[in-house]
């Protein structure tokens, strides 16, 4: 695990232009809760806990890494935007139940998490997963990201793994092109859902 952290370490460490958010986590912004405690899962140099901080949300935003949490810190300070950051391996029991309004995975994997994700939820709360799936070989598209299976989606799979919650959006192997209007394929998958209020 430590050689996997500092590979992330010195990765982070080689990227001089911050990154931008995830332009889908802005396209289905409406379909997220307008404010609450939000969670940001792996969140590598924090864009997106960025984003969602400036967008009103109470962010935690947690990774392995700490150039990674170290940058985000700097940035957020420089941005004056105020969100909390978390150095530590991601496991099940870094959850806590019922606490998140919002929880955001982007481009990671780690399926043993997921149930735990879930129950992080709380009533009405909304998670937006979007990550890599197996099929790589998408015409005219250069794929990126992992090379193996393990820390691919297969088909459906994401959509499997949210059988308790309410689907607001599935898109798998696909996305909208908003200038057409049409599906085109896309080598991830997506979901938007809320966990039930129970009556």
Not at 65 to 70: G, H, L, P, Q
Not at 100 to 111: A, E, G, I, N
Not at 170 to 192: C, H, M, W, Y
């Amino acid at each position: 695990m430590k050689e996997k952290i500092q590979r992330w370490d010195t990765t982070y460490e080689a990227v001089l232009d911050y990154p931008v958010p995830n332009n889908d986590l802005i396209r289905y912004r409406d379909l997220l809760p307008k404010h609450g405690l939000a969670l940001d899962v792996a969140c590598g140099l924090g864009a997106d806990a960025l984003y969602l901080a400036d967008q009103g949300f109470d962010v935690s935003a947690w990774d392995a890494s700490i150039v990674a949490i170290t940058r985000l810190q700097k940035e957020a300070e420089a941005r004056a935007l105020s969100l909390t950051t978390n150095c530590l391996e991601i496991t099940p029991e870094a959850f806590t139940k019922a606490r998140f309004d919002l929880v955001y995975v982007h481009r990671y994997l780690d399926r043993d998490i997921i149930p735990a994700i879930i129950q992080s939820l709380k009533p009405g709360g909304v998670l937006f997963y979007q990550t890599f799936i197996q099929n790589t070989t998408i015409e005219n598209q250069t794929t990126t990201g992992p090379t193996s299976k393990a820390y691919r989606l297969a088909p459906n799979e994401l959509l499997s793994h949210c059988q308790a919650l309410d689907v607001k959006l599935f898109l798998d192997g696909f996305t909208l092109n908003i200038k057409t209007g049409r599906l085109e394929p896309r080598a991830q998958s997506l979901v938007v859902a809320a966990k039930p209020d129970p009556l």
